[in-house]
């Protein structure tokens, strides 16, 4: 399952099957995105981060994928399991070091059993 | 203990009361950070302290009034607060030499405003 961040905010996948999920950053000039997860009444998790130097990044079960052209990026969750279902939030900041995180506006992915 | 804590989970006031928020952690991060969680919307940030001081206010009115006592912990003082600002108020802290990126989050504080 596919889905935009901005225009879908939600996204149901099997159980199993791999999941991706888009954002579309605002600032050019961003340098450095972290994709966060939320489950019901908890706070943001980090999941994984990236740089503006790499364009792929992978982790346990999850790859971030940077598209510094047309300022896209990706989180590709494979082989999802029940407890992937949550809200996930792409993040931006520029200059390492600097002080604000800007939130995009998340996307809330389902896993069906 | 990589954990933040904050108290209350939730809190229940009027628009004459004075209340705080607490926000703890002991992972030696030197970044705190509070934010405001509407319903179905990402966080948006209210305030930034480095090393006890703060360095960010995204202009939050002043009924909002941030507190760090020392390095592991920070307050969030509500005074005359509206029904809008009812929200879910979370805290965040960070290893600050390497950057902003990897912020810890608490599970919040629901507000709600009567």
């Known amino acids: 399952g596919e889905s935009v961040g901005l225009h879908l905010p939600t996204l149901s996948v099997q159980e199993g099957d791999n999941s991706i999920i888009n954002c579309a950053y605002s600032?050019?000039?961003?340098?450095?995105f972290i994709w966060y997860k939320q489950e019901s009444g908890k706070g943001p998790q980090f999941i994984i981060d990236?740089?503006?130097?790499?364009d792929k990044r992978q982790g346990q079960r999850v790859t971030v994928l940077l598209n510094k052209t047309v300022k896209h990026l990706s989180l590709q969750i494979a082989a999802t399991q029940p407890g992937d279902s949550a809200v996930y939030f792409c993040?931006?900041?520029?200059?390492?070091?600097?002080?604000?995180?800007?939130f995009g506006t998340g996307t809330r992915l389902t896993i069906i059993p | 203990d990589t954990e933040v804590t904050q108290t209350p989970k939730h809190l229940v006031m009027g628009m004459t009361n004075k209340k705080s928020l607490k926000c703890e952690q002991h992972?030696?991060?030197?970044?705190m950070y509070w934010y405001k969680q509407k319903a179905k919307k990402p966080p948006e940030l209210m305030f930034v302290?480095?090393?006890?001081?703060?360095?960010i206010n995204e202009s939050v009115p002043s009924r909002f009034s941030p507190e760090c006592p020392n390095s592991s912990l920070l307050n969030l003082h509500l005074h005359a607060l509206q029904p809008e600002d009812s929200a879910l108020y979370l805290c965040?802290?960070?290893?600050?030499?390497?950057?902003?990126?990897?912020?810890?989050f608490g599970p919040g504080t629901r507000l709600t405003v009567t």
């Open positions: 965040a802290s960070s290893p600050w030499d390497r950057g902003v990126g990897e912020q810890y």
């Open positions: 993040a931006e900041t520029f200059n390492f070091g600097n002080e604000k995180l800007t």
């Open positions: 990236i740089r503006s130097n790499m």
């Open positions: 302290y480095s090393y006890e001081k703060l360095s």
């Open positions: 992972m030696g991060h030197r970044a």
């Open positions: 600032n050019s000039a961003s340098d450095y």
